[in-house]
């Protein structure tokens, strides 16, 4: 996750039968969508999810010098007690290592440093991968919550999973605040808080990601839920006529091959649904296999 | 006739005034948003009766204006 | 991946995930494309008893959805009719021969029976277009175009709308307007008002084409009463000018005191009308006003809905039109809609059965039955399901019947006993589907 940059203030606008209060946040532009007409509620719930979003990142920013995921990078090999929300994301981090049989890894952060996905063709040289591959690896960290302790070199980035998990946290957080039905929206992941009662749900458009053709739109109603979206948008590299997405295999170091440009999952929460798009483009060319043999609600741009 | 089409108008008016106060709260409109509770659930149906009973009777619509005459009345 | 088991990712995900979230299970999503096409049609089957008039057509209704809730929405109707209708003449206790509105034939009706003209074999093509679009937050507005074509009738017409919400959405003004120019070719031309029908081959009672405008204005409010129940009320305008006679309709000219028909002969060597006819005459214009109000109503699954319009015009015509649906659920996927409509109207000013021979003509007149005075009921039954996938399917069939009478100031000498009022006796099928895509 990014942080700063960007001012930290609350726009409430008119939308469609709805009011949306807009933010930066997470390196992402954040709206909430909710269905009323009263501004003063509409700049209630859209202030307290700017807050909460910006706690998350605050907290967990690795460009910040003073927090947890600061103090657990410079660890330099030493233990590190962590509180209980950080355990809890290490807990997860770990069943999904183990669930993905090592594709998803929080310590695989450190790969950005020989990987620039900036559409050009420039690909690090083996040896670069293979040595920073030496900082990677789950199975190398200790973890007996609430004690980390990590080799020189390691760093845990949650990247991966912060925005979907935030998007969650707000989505509780604001449901409890008001019955009006609203829309979480942190750049394209989202998820609904309760049912909409002046539509059949809320219409969200997915843009194909797709270099040739102009881009087209298709309209999904949420009703209830979460949708993520994982894709390489502009985030990819080109050479001798192959795509490198920016999705890397962990256990490799480099990207997975013939992945989709992007993949959008309908779950329950906003945290399945990331975690399956990622997962299902680890896949690369059994995307769609994996998520059909899953049983869930997807689509795909190849 | 003039004064009758005055009343019509001057209903209207009234009733769009005096239903300030009336209604449900926007999450209170859930069933209202139901297909049945539309106030046409069957356009053509709606308009193969409109149709109907234009060639047979001397009124017609109401509801809206159909899609236009014919040379049956 | 290599997958210990097929099922186990999102299962344990979905778990991990609550772990992680602390919250309980969490509502099942609900997702699913916003079909771009939506179609509805239809196939309908009209008919009316004693060889009168038969109708099948066919609708074809298409909504095609784009983002921020605007549409273009297409309609086509193709029907064919045929069958008789009466062609305005009193019964005889003798046959009677008229000349087809073509000029070219004859035919001949029983004594005794009602003259019904058999002619018609017609088929319309009736085309709609329209464009509804979202005019900022709170405005709507839309477009349309209409169009039919039969063998002597085209009309063309263009209509708009707005619609404006307040008060939380739970109030909705709007307004429409429409204009049409339609256009009568009637075979063999329009006849000359009052224009005696002549022998087969004669064309002098004729003229060519005849126009007919319209202009019509609908103003509504609808609102939200309660949870449960919503009500629209509309009053409407309509200002008809131009041609507003029915070409093909005749009046019978009649002896003053026995009330029979006046006889004819035949021009020697022709075919032609053995009694004395004349076309009919109505006014130049016609100002029509309405006023509707429907009620949607939900009572713990059913759905009533009820209607009722008042109809006023400055030919004297007045109706009362009570509609009344009832929407029955059986389960989940289909239902029974028992369906009754009352309509009542009273007589044209310029109604009357027949012309009398030596009175000073009356300006209009006419004999054609729907603008008499009479009371029609609906009844019917509708029977709708949802198929496996997902798509509706209905059938309803349904009675219509109208009952007439003539006043008896009405009628002369023999007509008394003899004329009634043509009554009316039809069955309505119409089997229905609607899909998306």
């Known amino acids: ?302 | 006739m003039n004064r009758t089409r005055l009343g019509f108008v001057a209903l209207i008016a009234t009733m769009a005034c005096g239903c300030a106060s009336m209604g449900v709260e926007p999450w209170e409109r859930d069933i209202l948003a139901k297909d049945e509770m539309q106030l046409t659930t069957d356009p053509i149906e709606a308009g193969t009766d409109d149709h109907i009973y234009f060639s047979k009777e001397a009124s017609s619509g109401g509801r809206g204006f159909g899609g236009g005459g014919c040379g049956c009345n | 991946m290599k997958k210990r088991n097929t099922q186990s990712v999102s299962t344990a995900l979905a778990a991990a995930t609550c772990t992680l979230l602390g919250s309980g299970a969490p509502v099942p999503v609900q997702a699913q494309e916003d079909p771009a096409w939506n179609f509805n049609t239809a196939l309908l089957y009209y008919g009316e008893d004693n060889s009168r008039v038969n109708d099948y057509s066919f609708s074809i209704l298409a909504n095609r959805l784009f983002v921020d809730d605007r549409v273009l929405s297409m309609g086509l109707t193709l029907d064919t009719l045929t069958g008789a209708t009466p062609n305005g003449a009193i019964r005889q206790d003798v046959p009677q021969t008229f000349t087809r509105p073509s000029g070219n034939a004859v035919y001949t009706v029983p004594a005794g029976e009602l003259p019904l003209d058999d002619t018609f074999h017609d088929t319309r093509a009736a085309l709609t277009v329209g464009w509804e679009q979202p005019l900022g937050r709170l405005w709507k507005g839309g477009v349309g175009f209409s169009g039919s074509k039969e063998f002597d009738y085209l009309h063309l017409g263009i209509n708009g709308n707005i619609a404006r919400d307040f008060n939380k959405r739970n109030t909705t003004l709007s307004a429409g307007v429409s204009l049409s120019r339609d256009t009568w070719d009637p075979v063999g031309g329009a006849p000359i008002p009052f224009a005696p029908m002549l022998d087969v081959g004669a064309t002098g009672n004729k003229l060519g084409t005849e126009n007919k405008d319209i202009l019509d204005i609908v103003l509504g409010v609808t609102q939200v009463v309660s949870r449960r129940m919503i009500v629209q009320l509309n009053y409407s305008f309509s200002d008809n000018s131009g041609y507003l006679t029915d070409p093909y309709k005749f009046l019978s000219l009649v002896d003053g005191a026995t009330g029979d028909t006046l006889t004819r002969t035949p021009a020697p060597g022709a075919a032609g009308p053995s009694h004395e006819f004349r076309f009919e005459n109505r006014p130049q214009a016609r100002t029509k006003h309405s006023l509707y109000g429907q009620t949607k109503y939900y009572m713990n699954g059913k759905v009533l809905d009820a209607s009722y319009r008042y109809m006023t015009d400055d030919w004297e015509i007045d109706s009362h039109t009570v509609d009344v649906r009832l929407r029955w659920p059986l389960g989940e996927s289909s239902y029974l809609e028992p369906h009754f409509r009352f309509y009542t109207q009273t007589a044209a000013d310029f109604y009357r059965i027949s012309l009398v021979d030596g009175v000073e003509l009356p300006a209009y007149a006419s004999s054609d039955y729907r603008l008499g005075e009479f009371d029609a009921t609906t009844a019917g039954l509708k029977f709708g399901w949802k198929t496996g996938s997902g798509n509706e399917m209905s059938v309803r069939v349904e009675t219509y019947q109208q009952n007439g009478t003539i006043p008896p100031q009405l009628l002369i000498g023999n007509q008394i006993g003899r004329e009634t009022y043509p009554d009316l006796d039809a069955l309505i099928v119409q089997f229905s589907y609607r899909f998306s895509r």
């Open chain 1, 1 to 302: 996750m990014a942080g700063g940059g960007a001012t930290r203030e609350v726009r409430i606008e008119a939308g469609r039968g709805c009011l949306i209060g807009q933010f930066s946040a997470m390196a992402s532009p954040c709206e909430i969508l909710v269905e009323t007409s009263d501004v003063d509620e509409a700049r209630q719930l859209s202030e307290l999810a700017a807050a909460e979003a910006w706690r998350v990142e605050d907290k967990f920013s690795r460009y910040a010098k003073d927090n947890i995921i600061a103090r657990i990078n410079s660890a330099a090999g030493d233990s590190i007690d962590v509180d209980a929300e950080t355990a809890s994301l290490l807990d997860f981090g770990n069943t999904l290592y183990e669930l993905s049989d090592g594709r998803f890894d929080i310590t695989s952060g450190v790969l950005r440093e020989v990987w620039t996905f900036d559409g050009g063709d420039r690909l690090p040289s083996k040896e670069a991968v293979k040595s920073v591959l030496l900082r990677v690896g789950w199975h190398r960290v200790d973890w007996q919550s609430p004690t980390l302790r990590m080799e020189v070199g390691m760093e845990i980035d949650f990247g991966g999973i912060g925005k979907e998990y935030t998007v969650d946290r707000v989505a509780r957080q604001l449901r409890e605040a008001s019955t009006s039905s609203a829309l979480v929206n942190f750049g394209g992941d989202l998820a609904v808080t309760r049912p909409p009662t002046q539509r059949h749900g809320w219409h969200v458009g997915i843009e194909t990601v797709s270099a040739q053709g102009p881009p087209a739109e298709k309209v999904i109603e949420l009703r209830a839920g979460a949708l993520a979206t994982s894709g390489d948008a502009r985030r990819f590299l080109l050479r001798g006529g192959i795509r490198y997405s920016h999705i890397l295999d962990p256990r490799s170091g480099w990207p997975v091959k013939r992945a989709p440009h992007s993949i959008t999952v309908a779950a329950d929460t906003c945290t399945q649904a990331g975690m399956l798009s990622t997962l299902a483009m680890l896949e690369g060319a059994s995307a769609e296999l994996f998520l059909r043999a899953e049983g869930v609600r997807h689509w795909c741009r190849r």
